[in-house]
């Protein structure tokens, strides 16, 4: 119910196709945590800081691609989930 609820938000924020295409898309997710985490680690401590939908609707809009789709996928894929545990991201 909670993952339902989360990606029903996740697609309100950044569009149902681009949510979409984030989970087709896990590799780029993982290859961001790999290669960006700093920008990764930016981009989410600047998602979570924001209270309001519209604000994170203009959020989601100033993101890069990449970042959005790492954002998505650390939140409602299990094998990027795991990649964040394991890489120690504790942040989301």
Do not use: W
């Amino acid at each position: 119910m909670l993952h339902r609820q989360l990606r029903n938000a996740l697609e309100e924020i950044f569009g149902t196709s681009f949510v979409s295409e984030a989970l087709a898309n896990a590799p780029i997710a993982q290859i961001v945590l790999y290669e960006r985490r700093e920008d990764f680690k930016k981009a989410v401590l600047g998602f979570q800081r924001i209270n309001f939908r519209d604000e994170h609707t203009a959020y989601a809009a100033t993101m890069e691609r990449e970042l959005g789709i790492a954002l998505i996928c650390s939140l409602l894929d299990n094998d990027t989930r795991e990649l964040v545990s394991e890489l120690g991201l504790n942040y989301l």
